[in-house]
């Protein structure tokens, strides 16, 4: 009698539960339906409206992906996970998320700066691709479905509690609650430690009323150097764009990736230092404005700047170092020349606090990777249980890198979760 019940135990389906709606749930949700067609899979969505965040992704157009398909490379855009992501992307990288778009028949279009957006220009393409590719497979979604605790019971089954009271059991369980606070409850209450989390891809508030208002001026490239808590500082190069309330474009959205916690730590207080023409050695500017002094003797310097910078950003840069619209570039002290030289190549701008980037956003922290197996994203103090997406420690500069992570880690997770023993 007891052989005839485990028997037929075993033949019960798999019951498979993902809570989190988002791009990261749906993906191992179709993952794991794809992979065992015998298994029951459920997606649990706190709101009402699953992939909210893919949706206004992009500023509503989803950048997917980013067209950088060597994982070597791929890592060098990560913040937090890189190491761990390596293995990941050997199995699963950005060429496997445009084939499977592709096999949905959803094309991604590449643009000049490598970041994939779908061809239709819409993240409702990506939304609508999900859910349909989700139905397709079988997957039970069940939306305004608030998970409040999670419990595993001692034969390794889990009890989920669902705020409206009921309870679901699985076999398994796939977390992918993003940065949800009540999904890093969950993963601590199961035994996990959270790296706390933090804000990243942001831009720097600066309080220069000059500066701002030159709002709209764009520089590319310059050289970005940011020095917080006399820790060493961090660099980039790339495009800025001159803010209302500071700096933003993808050279400070990336820096402020790497200096996420630690701006954090100073209270997003720090020093940014602008390289202006990055292109140039310092001794090459200072022969260009030798050059212009000369040639333009009994010109106004704010008229004839002999650097190739949009002109309303050479008048402030000029006045930062006390030169006035009258002034002669024949009259132009040695030591001013000198100034200037160093506003041009190591301006030093006071950030002092943060500002919202719309288009894309990020948090840093989350379950400590070292607790997580990348092979297969389940984990390594609870079995049965496997993650996936924004919940990890893991985040990527701007973009689609973010989402790359959420594809990767969630394909890994709904694969091994419907398959393995
Ligand atoms: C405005 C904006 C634009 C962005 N644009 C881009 C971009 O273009 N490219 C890019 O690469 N990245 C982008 N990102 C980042 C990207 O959206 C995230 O990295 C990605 O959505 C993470 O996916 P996820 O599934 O892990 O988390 P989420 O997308 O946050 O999904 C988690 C889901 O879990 C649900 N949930 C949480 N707790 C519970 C619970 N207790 N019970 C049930 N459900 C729960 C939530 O409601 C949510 O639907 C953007 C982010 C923002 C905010």
Known sequence: MRGTMETFLNLLPLKIVVIGGGAAGFFGAIASAQANP????????????????????????????????????????????????????????????????????????????????????????????????????????????????????????????????????????????????????????????????VPSLFTFNIADPKLRALAGVSVNPVQLRLSVGGKSPLQQTGPLLITHWGVSGPAVLKLSAWGARILHDNRYQGKLIINWLPDLQQEQVRQKLLAVKEEWAKKAIA????????????????????????????????KILNQLLLELTQGEYLINGKGAFKEEFVTCGGVNLKEVDFKTMSS????????????????????GFNFQSAWTTAYLAGKAIATSD
Not at 381 to 398: Q, S
């Open 380 to 399: 390594r103090l609870v079995p049965g249980l496997y993650f996936a997406g924004e919940i990890l420690d893991i985040d990527g500069v701007t973009g």
């Open 303 to 334: 008229l004839h700047r002999g650097v190739d910078l949009p002109h309303r950003l050479w008048q402030y840069i000029i006045a930062r170092v006390g030169i006035t619209t009258e002034d002669r570039w024949a009259g132009l002290p040695h």
């Open 38 to 197: 015998h298994a029951q899979v459920t997606l649990l969505e706190a709101s009402r409206q699953p992939l909210a965040k893919v949706l206004i992704s992009g500023g509503g157009r989803c950048n997917v992906t980013h067209a950088c398909f060597d994982p070597d490379r791929l890592v060098q855009n990560y913040p937090r996970g890189a190491k761990a992501l390596r293995g990941a992307f050997s199995r699963f990288q950005a060429t496997d998320t445009v084939a499977w778009f592709a096999a949905q028949g959803v094309y991604l279009n590449k643009e000049a700066d490598g970041r994939m957006f779908p061809v239709t220009n819409t993240s409702e393409t990506i939304v609508e691709c999900l859910i349909k590719t989700a139905a397709v497979a079988g997957v039970e979604l069940r939306i305004g479905t608030p998970v409040i605790s999670v419990k595993q019971l001692e034969n390794g089954k889990f009890e989920i509690i669902l705020k409206s009271g009921e309870i679901i059991n699985c076999d398994r369980l796939l977390l992918a609650t993003g940065s949800s606070l009540i999904g890093y409850k969950i993963a601590r209450e199961l035994g996990h430690q959270i790296e706390p989390p």
